[in-house]
């Protein structure tokens, strides 16, 4: 059986520039994702965290990642001042603290770490999420805007894997949240 009777319709049309956003959202709905949540520790203000399915590993050596963030969110104006921060790699029992840090208009995360089990991270301060899967510590190596977001490059001052058993992921999907049978 040809690979193209298993294709459906195509919903990207060209040129590029025309696909209406609807469609290009479609489009990447199909792709999995880990769910990861960045944090920060501001200072001068309050931690700061944000669900975020664009964390992307780069570079081995030296170690890099990447998240992208949409330009005027909390967590994007945050790193633009600040140097460092953390992610949290989230684990299945952590599908109702992802929804939590995913709602827009939220003007203070206090409650919800106070509500968190976490501890601080050596390098940043920032929240670490205690049982996720690993824990990632950066320092912003450079900051890049793209469209509507800023991809924030991080050189990795630490990581590390959860001990004992991994945990299950959190995936997400089609705009729901999953985890593996
Ligand atoms: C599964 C999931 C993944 C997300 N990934 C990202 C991301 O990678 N980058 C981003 O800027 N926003 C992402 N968001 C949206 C932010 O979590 C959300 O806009 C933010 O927490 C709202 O805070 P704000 O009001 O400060 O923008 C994601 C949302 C969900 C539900």
Redesign the pocket.
Known sequence: MGTTSMLQKPIIRTPALETPPAEFRAALSQLTSG?SLVTAHDPDGEDLG?????LVSISLSPPLVL????NG???QELLARIGTWAVSLLGEEHRAL?AC??????LSDRALFADMQFRRGHWSRAPLVDHALSIIECRTENQMVAGD?TIVIGQVLEARVSEGTAPPPLL?LRGEYRTLP
Not at 50 to 54: G, I, L, V
Not at 101 to 106: C, E, L, M, P, V
């Open positions: 769910v944000m669900t975020a399915t664009s998240i992208s963030l949409r969110s909390r967590m992802a840090f995913a709602t827009s208009g939220r977001h997400y």
